[in-house]
C-alpha cells in the first residue's frame, strides 16, 4: 500500500506532514512511501534525505494512493488522481469547506481531521493540537522577548543593575505554559493567568506567579476552558487591567475551540502599559484575545506594539513537522491492520476523527451524518 506525503501549497505553510527519520518505521510497517518533490524544502528538508531513508520522491505521488499526508486540507487537483476509497489526514477545519467536502463525499474519499483526536490518555501522542500549540507557545516568547528591545533577565553589572522583564500570560494551556516555560528560561519574571482550576498550579510548576481572581473558574470538555458570559468576561479584564498595565510584554494564548477566542483586552488597558512594552496575540488566527490586533501583521495603540500570530508554527517549521509527523505516525499504526491501512470507525479516536467515508459526510465526531 502507498502512502503519499503532499507538498504544501497554502500560502505561508513551511511544514511538512513527514520527515525522512519516519520514513523507516513506515515501510517497517509495509508501506511504500511517496513523496511530493520539494516536499520538505519549507523545513530544509532535502529530497535526497527522503530518498536516503527509502521514500520515492516524484512529482506525482499521489497516482495509485491508498492514503494521502499533508498538514492543510488537499485542493481538488491533488484530490483529482485519487482512487475512489482512498484516504487522507491533514487539519481539517469544517468551517468554510462544504464543497471540499462535497467532493470527497462524492468520491467517497475517507478524510480524517487532525484537531479532533479526543483528548484522552490514550490519544495523548496522536494530539497535533498539543504539539503544534507547544511549538506556538516558544515562538510567542521568543517574539516577545526579540520586540520588547530590553533584557528578560536580570543583570547585574559596574555600570548598575538591570532589573528584569515583567511577563504577562493570559491562558495556560500547552502554549501558555510553554510560553511562560520559555520566559522564565530566559530570566523574565513572570505571571500567568487561566480560567480553568487547575491551571494555577500548572503556572506556579513552571516557576510563574499564578494570578488568582475572585470569579468562579470556568472548566469545559476536553481540559479546554469553556466560554464565558459577557458579565463575567468584563469582570475578568476589569481584575486583569492592574496586571496588563504593569507588564513589558503580554503574551495571550486563549481559546476555545471552533469558537472565537475570547476578548480578554482592551484598547484601553493597552493604552496603560508602558511606552515600549509588547503584546504577542497568538489568538489572533480565530479573531484574537487583545482588542484591534491584526494576524500575520504588527500594529501600533498608542506607544505599545500588537504582534498578531498567523500559522505560527510554521514559522518554526523543522520542529513542528518533526511533532506533527509523530503525531501522524502513531495515527497511521492505530489504523494499520497486517501491513495495511484498515482504521476500525468503533474506536473512539478514529471515529472521532472521521469526517468523511464511504459516501458520508459526519460531523468530525460521528455522533450522526451531516447534511
Not at 491533488?78 to 481539517?92: H, M, V
Not at 467517497?108 to 483526536?117: A, R, S
Not at 486563549?254 to 469558537?259: F, K, T
Request: charged content about 20%; glycine content about 10%.
Amino acid at each position: 500500500m502507498r502512502i503519499a506525503v503532499a507538498r504544501e501549497l497554502a500560502p505561508g505553510e513551511a511544514r511538512v506532514a513527514l520527515v525522512p527519520d519516519l520514513v523507516g518505521k513506515l515501510r517497517t510497517a509495509g508501506y511504500e512511501v511517496a513523496v511530493q518533490t520539494a516536499a520538505g524544502a519549507g523545513a530544509s528538508l532535502t529530497d535526497a534525505a527522503y530518498e536516503a531513508a527509502g521514500a520515492l520522491v516524484t512529482d506525482h505521488p499521489f497516482d495509485q494512493a491508498d492514503l494521502v499526508l499533508s498538514v492543510q486540507p488537499l485542493d481538488a487537483e491533488c484530490l483529482a488522481p485519487l482512487p475512489s476509497g482512498a484516504a487522507t489526514i491533514s487539519f481539517f477545519p469544517l468551517a468554510g469547506r462544504p464543497g471540499d467536502i462535497a467532493l470527497r463525499r462524492d468520491r467517497k474519499i475517507t478524510t480524517f481531521g487532525m484537531e479532533y483526536v479526543p483528548r484522552i490518555s490514550r490519544a495523548q501522542s496522536m494530539d497535533a493540537l498539543s504539539s503544534q500549540a507547544m511549538v506556538a507557545g516558544y515562538r510567542g516568547a521568543i517574539v516577545a522577548a526579540e520586540m520588547l528591545g530590553q533584557f528578560f533577565p536580570l543583570s547585574m553589572t559596574a555600570a548598575g543593575t538591570v532589573p528584569p522583564a515583567q511577563v504577562v500570560v493570559l491562558g495556560a494551556g500547552v502554549a501558555g505554559l510553554q510560553a511562560i516555560a520559555t520566559c522564565r528560561r530566559l530570566g523574565a519574571v513572570v505571571k500567568g493567568y487561566d480560567v480553568r482550576a487547575a491551571a494555577a498550579e500548572e503556572i506556579r510548576s513552571m516557576g510563574a506567579q499564578a494570578i488568582e481572581l475572585p470569579l468562579p473558574t470556568l472548566e469545559g470538555a476536553g481540559g479546554y476552558a469553556r466560554e464565558m458570559t459577557e458579565d463575567r468576561a468584563q469582570r475578568q479584564r476589569e481584575l486583569l487591567a492592574s496586571y496588563v498595565a504593569a507588564a513589558d510584554a503580554l503574551i495571550t494564548t486563549a481559546a476555545v475551540p471552533g469558537r472565537r477566542a475570547p476578548l480578554l483586552v482592551t484598547t484601553e488597558m493597552v493604552l496603560q502599559m508602558a511606552p515600549g512594552s509588547v503584546v504577542v496575540d497568538l489568538a489572533a488566527e480565530a479573531g484574537g484575545n487583545v482588542e484591534g490586533v491584526v494576524a500575520g501583521s504588527v500594529v501600533r495603540v498608542g506607544s505599545v506594539r500588537l504582534w498578531g500570530g498567523a500559522n505560527v508554527p510554521s514559522q518554526m517549521p523543522a520542529p513542528a513537522s518533526r511533532l506533527y509527523a509523530q503525531n501522524l505516525l502513531n495515527v497511521i499504526m492505530l489504523m494499520t491492520r497486517d501491513g495495511r491501512f484498515a482504521p476500525d470507525l468503533d474506536d473512539e479516536i478514529i471515529s472521532a476523527m472521521c469526517i468523511t467515508h464511504d459516501g458520508q459526510v459526519f460531523d468530525g465526531t460521528r455522533a450522526g451524518a451531516a447534511s
